[in-house]
């Protein structure tokens, strides 16, 4: 069995650490660089209900995507949400780790698996000065609703579901994807010319000038859903990685959503 270092040092080599944003965390959060690995369960959030699941499949190591720790520390005290995860798994010898923004960066990265979710062909990054993001086409042009219903089949089910702003009918043969929030890349969309943009944390100032600008279309999905196909794609990765040198790893990756939002109402609207 591989030790955790050994484990740590395979999986920096996929997401090398330096390739994180400056105010990013990423790397290891805890774990004994000695300890041997045999199981390993990815997930997108690092909460207790990944820690416990960890417990019950008998894992030594959470690969997350999410920090733990975004912003800093003064505890882990058990008494904090956190830092109860933090006893959790230190308790129960398992590491955690942690590839956010060096992972959304890489090749294949986070979006890499989001157009592979969607049976896009990727033909290049959306952003080429730091690998963000994915500019794809279709097999063949299909409606907006035709690409809205693609993806919220082939995406996990979440209680945000899909939302579509643009013309239902509007046909789509280029699209632009990136996985988690991406309405900050709305420039680099439009300089790419594509038709459609799937992502995820739209806001209401920048889509509605973003439609206003042209005609695009722009599909929103839950954050958690655009970022969970890159767990079962690094988690391949590790596997051939283990495969390679013999080490026998079983690498499991979580279905328990960890979408915050829990349910969905359709509002009759307020009387005027």
Same mark, same amino acid.
């Given at each position: /069995?591989?030790?955790?270092?050994?484990?740590?040092?395979?999986?920096?080599? *996929?997401?090398?650490?330096?390739? &994180?944003?400056?105010?990013?965390?990423? %790397?290891?959060?805890?774990? @004994?660089?000695?300890?041997? #690995?045999?199981?390993?369960?990815?997930?997108?959030?690092?909460?207790?209900?990944?820690?416990?699941?960890?417990?019950?499949?008998?894992? @030594?190591?959470?690969?997350?995507?999410?920090?733990?720790?975004?912003?800093?520390?003064?505890?882990?005290?058990?008494?904090?949400?956190?830092?109860?995860?933090?006893?959790?798994?230190?308790?129960?010898?398992?590491?955690?780790?942690?590839?956010?923004?060096?992972?959304?960066?890489?090749?294949?990265?986070?979006?890499? &698996? *989001?157009?592979?979710?969607?049976?896009?062909?990727?033909? %290049?990054?959306?952003?080429?000065?730091?690998? *963000?993001?994915?500019?794809?086409?279709?097999?063949?042009?299909?409606?907006?609703?035709?690409?809205?219903?693609?993806?919220?089949?082939?995406?996990?089910?979440?209680?945000?579901?899909?939302?579509?702003?643009?013309?239902?009918? /509007? /046909?789509?043969?280029?699209?632009?994807?990136?996985?988690?929030? =991406?309405?900050?890349?709305?420039?680099? #969309?439009?300089?790419? =010319?594509?038709? &459609?943009?799937?992502?995820?944390?739209?806001? +209401?100032?920048?889509?509605?000038?973003?439609?206003?600008?042209?005609?695009? %279309?722009?599909?929103?999905?839950?954050?958690?859903?655009?970022?969970?196909?890159?767990?079962?794609?690094? &988690?391949?990765?590790?596997?051939?990685?283990?495969?390679?040198? =013999?080490? =026998? *790893?079983?690498? +499991?990756?979580?279905?328990?959503?960890? @979408?915050?939002?829990?349910?969905?109402?359709?509002?009759?609207?307020?009387?005027?």
């Amino acid at each position: /069995m591989p030790r955790l270092s050994e484990v740590i040092a395979s999986l920096d080599a *996929l997401w090398p650490p330096e390739r &994180a944003e400056q105010w990013d965390a990423v %790397g290891t959060v805890c774990g @004994d660089p000695d300890a041997e #690995v045999t199981r390993v369960l990815f997930a997108v959030d690092p909460v207790q209900e990944i820690a416990d699941e960890a417990i019950a499949l008998g894992a @030594d190591l959470i690969v997350a995507h999410h920090p733990l720790y975004l912003r800093g520390t003064t505890t882990v005290a058990a008494s904090h949400f956190k830092g109860r995860v933090v006893h959790t798994l230190i308790k129960h010898d398992i590491a955690l780790h942690v590839a956010h923004t060096n992972a959304d960066t890489a090749d294949p990265g986070v979006s890499d &698996a *989001l157009a592979g979710a969607l049976d896009l062909r990727v033909t %290049g990054p959306l952003v080429p000065e730091n690998n *963000l993001g994915r500019i794809c086409e279709l097999d063949r042009p299909e409606t907006l609703a035709e690409f809205a219903a693609r993806a919220a089949k082939r995406l996990p089910a979440t209680a945000q579901g899909i939302r579509v702003a643009g013309d239902p009918e /509007m /046909m789509v043969r280029r699209v632009a994807v990136s996985g988690g929030s =991406g309405d900050s890349l709305f420039d680099a #969309v439009r300089a790419a =010319g594509v038709d &459609a943009f799937l992502t995820a944390d739209l806001r +209401h100032h920048p889509v509605s000038e973003a439609t206003q600008r042209a005609p695009i %279309g722009l599909i929103d999905a839950a954050h958690w859903a655009t970022e969970w196909p890159w767990c079962e794609q690094a &988690a391949a990765q590790l596997d051939q990685i283990s495969d390679r040198h =013999g080490w =026998g *790893l079983r690498v +499991h990756v979580s279905k328990t959503v960890t @979408d915050p939002w829990s349910s969905h109402h359709t509002s009759p609207g307020a009387p005027n």
